[in-house]
Each structure stands twice: as C-alpha cells, then as structure tokens.
C-alpha cells in the first residue's frame, strides 16, 4: 500500500529515517504553552460577545404585524402606537459591541416626511432574552434626535413594569423619563437586575417643526466572569489536551516503528 509523507522542511520524509522532529518529545515548557495558548483560546470563544447585528423592521406598521422582532440577545415587541403613522417611517434595531459592552440601538428615522403639528407615539417592550448567556441586564438609557425648524419635543418615558406602563398613559409618566428639546441628547442609569424594559416614545412637532430621526440606546454591562467556571473550563482543556498528547504520542511511535 503506497502512503503519502509530509513534508518536511521542504524535503519529502523518506521512509524508514527517524526525522529529529519527531524523535524528540516535547519539552514540558513547551506543553504548558501549548495548553495555555488553547486555553485562552476557548475562553475567548466562550466568553466574547455576538458580533453586531441589525434587523430592518420598517414601518410601524410591519412592527404591529411582527409582534417581537429578535436581534442578538434582545426581543423587541409591539404594544401599541397612535394611529397617524403613515409608513413613510423606518424602525431599524441593532445590536452593537463595545468593549465591555452590549449596546442595543432603536432607530426610528425617515421621519422628515411627516408635517407638523402632530403627535407620534410608539410603545413597546425590550427583553434580553438570554441568547448571549446569563447574568446581563441593563445598565442605562440614552435619548437623541436631529431636528431642525421649530420646537421638536421626544419624550421617552421607561417603565420596569408591564402595569406601570398601561396604567401611566402619555409622556413624561415613566419610571424614568428622558427628553430631548430639539435634539439636545439626555440618559439615565438604571438600578441594576433588570433584564425587561416597557417603553413608550413620543415625538412631539410644534408649527414649522421637523425631525428627521430619534436614536434609542440602551447599554447593558457584560457580567462578570465567574473565576470557578473559567478555572474548570480550564481543567477541561488541559485534561483533554494530556489525553491527545498521549494520544498522538502513541500514534507517532506507532509510525516511527512502521
């Protein structure tokens, strides 16, 4: 049976030669880097965050029909809305990955078609939905807008409860209320354990006034990582390293004999 040889520094091995590569085991500094390197490599695949994200959701309308729309590690679903949205909007969720932390972002743009005076108003809730692992919950609320002409009011009004939001109607009701008078941005950080959010956006255009877009954000703080998991995640790989070393040891011997 004719076999098919690596190469080895550019030359093909020749059978029945005992290369030096191989007759030398590996030294133990050498195994220990080799464990620490895969190691570290495990923990990275296990502990970093889903790359960005983004789902066009389109109008309010497409919203309504969807119910929940899932984007990473977040479900946004419908709750209500007022009925003067024409569907010239655009609502667009993402997910975002900054170090050491999840952002989730809540576009409505595509809004400079609508004419003022009028009122628009968007509720919904946000959950994380565990697709990212355990212990994360939000951390903070941010609020921007681009406007231009007359007065351009959005209210956010954050409730972390499902009552709270039915029975607490119209803006600047919340639990916490952020705002933003023509465009000036506005946050608010949030006790932590929460892990769902009932949202109600309003945007308010005065005579002459026109927004083009609102930017929702809402950051949540990556957990810690539990040092007793991560050192039996390390026992593992290393376990499971020793046994392919012997493995491969075996396999080698096997091959130098032959």
């Not at 098919?4 to 500094?29: E, I, K, M």
């Not at 970093?48 to 977040?74: L, R």
Request: charged share 15%.
């Amino acid at each position: 049976m004719h076999h098919t040889l690596p190469l080895l520094a550019g030359r093909p091995a020749v059978r029945g030669h005992r290369s030096r590569f191989f007759s030398q085991p590996p030294s133990r500094g050498t195994r220990v880097g080799a464990w620490l390197c895969t190691a570290v490599a495990v923990g990275l695949t296990v502990f970093s965050p889903t790359p960005a994200q983004a789902v066009i959701i389109g109008s309010v309308a497409n919203f309504q029909s969807a119910v929940t729309v899932t984007v990473g590690d977040k479900d946004y679903t419908y709750l209500n809305s007022s009925a003067n949205w024409t569907g010239n909007e655009r609502l667009e969720a993402l997910v975002n990955v900054d170090p050491g932390i999840f952002s989730a972002q809540f576009l409505i743009s595509q809004l400079s078609g609508y004419s003022s005076p009028i009122t628009l108003e968007l509720g919904y809730k946000l959950s994380i939905n565990g697709n990212a692992g355990p212990g994360w919950n939000f951390r903070d609320v941010f609020l921007g807008a681009i406007n231009s002409g007359a007065q351009v009011e959005v209210w956010k009004d954050v409730f972390d409860t499902s009552a709270g939001f039915t029975s607490n109607p119209g803006f600047n009701t919340g639990t916490w209320t952020l705002q933003s008078i023509n465009g000036t941005p506005d946050s608010v950080v949030l006790p932590g354990g929460l892990t769902d959010l009932w949202v109600r956006d309003t945007i308010i255009l005065s005579s002459g006034g026109q927004v083009s877009s609102v930017n929702n954000t809402f950051r949540q703080q990556v957990p810690e990582i539990d040092p007793n998991s991560f050192g039996t995640a390390l026992a593992t790989v290393v376990g499971s390293l020793s046994l392919l070393e012997r493995r491969a040891r075996r396999w080698l011997g096997a091959s130098v004999a032959a």
